[in-house]
């Protein structure tokens, strides 16, 4: 299967977690810019779009919707990036902002990113570790 990464990242973390997403599955590795609104992606089985989480809104979530009609028929994984864990209720309400259509057609993981450097405490230990993504990697491989 051939697979493609599709990301937008802001502080780092995102981009960190889809280089090494793509070196586990031997992906191609494109950020959002590097898409053309037209592109089809019929080079490819797989399709990893991910991006960070801003107070709740996601940019994978805009780039679902505009490729959505050259997505719906493959394998589709949508990695949601933040400070808050997935069980957050802002986790939550950043996943149900994904129209109902495509949720039910993407399998969505949520794991844990980076605090702004200028918000974070004293002691402070990232996040931001290649164990993060071993659910992710385990249903590309399934």
């Known amino acids: 299967m051939k697979s493609l990464i599709c990301y937008k990242t802001k502080h780092g973390a995102t981009e960190k977690y889809m ?3 793509a070196d586990a599955i031997n ?3 494109k950020t959002f810019d590097e898409i053309d609104r037209k592109d089809n ?3 490819y089985d797989v399709l990893v779009v991910s991006s960070g989480t801003y107070a709740g809104l996601m940019p994978l979530n805009r780039f ?3 490729h959505w009609k050259n997505l719906e028929d493959k394998k589709v ?3 949601a990036v933040g400070a808050a864990p997935a069980n957050d209720s802002w986790s ?7 129209t109902q259509k495509i949720r039910d057609k993407i399998k969505y993981f949520k794991i844990l990113g980076e605090t702004p450097e200028n918000a974070r405490p004293a002691g402070y230990v990232s996040q931001v570790k290649k164990d993060n993504l071993k659910e992710v990697i385990a249903y590309i491989n399934a």
Do not use: G, M, P, T
Request: glycine share 0%; no cysteine; proline share 0%.
């Open 92 to 98: 939550q309400w950043s996943y149900k902002r994904i």
């Open 41 to 43: 992606f019929s080079d």
């Open 19 to 21: 280089h090494w997403l």
């Open 27 to 29: 992906a191609e590795l």
């Open 77 to 79: 994984v949508a990695v």
């Open 64 to 66: 679902l919707k505009r």
